[in-house]
């Protein structure tokens, strides 16, 4: 069984991958050229979407965010 510590982080990790998702959808772009704007790894870019990857650096969050064009906190919402 999970605890509340473990619940937290995990439902962040899928936020952020929804939010980068339905911001990448709203510009029409693909993981392919998110990937390419931001300079992070589409493999990288499809595990934060699908909130498989844990614990996304800040240095990620806030490419993705640069090439989204919003603050890094939108993303964290």
Do not use: F, Y
């Amino acid at each position: 069984m999970r605890t509340s510590e473990n619940i937290a982080p995990a439902m962040t990790e899928k936020r952020l991958g929804a939010v980068v998702r339905r911001l990448r959808r709203e510009r029409e772009w693909t993981q392919e050229q998110l990937a390419r704007r931001s300079g992070v790894q589409q493999a990288h870019l499809s595990q934060i979407e699908s909130g498989v990857r844990a614990n996304p650096t800040a240095v990620v969050v806030k490419k993705l965010a640069r090439a989204l064009g919003v603050p890094v906190g939108e993303l964290l919402e």
